[in-house]
């Protein structure tokens, strides 16, 4: 199944904006990518999900490769909350099983 | 209420112990993964429902964890024999659309076998 790759950590001022990477480039054509954030003892929380083009939500945005083969999340003005272990995973069509790496953690400087 | 439940939030086992762990989707929702995450690392996919059938259990370890969902909507996860390695937070998802929508996760089920 495909898998995507991200960095350990990123650090971030609070107030800036943050851009986490993600590489899928074994990504199908009908894979969706799908962005979660993890707090401790909490289950991952939906952030936001695009096929193809860039999409934006009250949370954040995603902007989509051209070639499909990485994406960004970007949160825009990065808060003390925003602190979490961010996961980006492809959500294959009419499949199941979508594949969790360790994730970014991202830690939010006052 | 309005979200993925899960029971219990935390349990302990002694080790041999048959557990029983439980997952309430969200209403309606056709799609329910169970997930295990083991301290510091991401979410391992252990099996997914289609409403009451079970399309993929590839991820489950071992002949010693079951889960099922007879009536398609409650899930449960069963751990038989339960070893110390079982020891995770077992997270339990469901979703409106088969693949490509969001996955709403419960808080989850700490287990810890001693």
């Known amino acids: 199944d495909a898998k995507t790759t991200q960095p350990n950590s990123m650090e971030s001022n609070e107030e800036e904006p943050v851009h986490l990477p993600c590489n899928h480039s074994t990504i199908s054509g009908t894979d969706y990518i799908h962005w979660y954030r993890q707090l401790p003892s909490q289950g991952p929380e939906y952030v936001i999900h695009?096929?193809?083009s860039n999409v934006n939500n009250r949370m954040a945005s995603l902007a989509i490769a051209e070639d499909r083969k990485s994406s960004t999340l970007i949160l825009h003005r990065a808060t003390l909350r925003d602190a979490a272990v961010y996961y980006c995973i492809l959500r294959v069509l009419n499949a199941g099983k979508s594949t969790f790496g360790d994730g970014t953690t991202l830690t939010v400087k006052p | 209420g309005a979200g993925v439940s899960q029971s219990p939030r935390y349990k302990v086992a002694k080790r041999g112990q048959d557990v029983a762990l439980r997952c309430d989707p969200i209403s309606g929702h056709v799609s329910l993964f169970w997930y295990q995450q083991a301290l510091g690392q991401g979410p391992e996919f252990l099996t997914y429902?289609?409403?009451?059938?079970?399309?993929?259990k590839s991820g489950l370890p071992s002949d010693r964890f079951f889960a099922e969902r007879p009536e398609g909507s409650v899930s449960t996860l069963k751990i038989q024999r339960t070893q110390q390695e079982d020891s995770a937070v077992y997270l339990c998802?469901?979703?409106?659309?088969?693949?490509?929508?969001?996955?709403?996760f419960g808080e989850g089920s700490r287990l810890t076998v001693l």
């Open positions: 429902f289609q409403n009451e059938a079970q399309l993929d």
């Open positions: 695009g096929l193809t």
């Open positions: 998802a469901s979703s409106s659309l088969p693949a490509t929508g969001e996955l709403f």
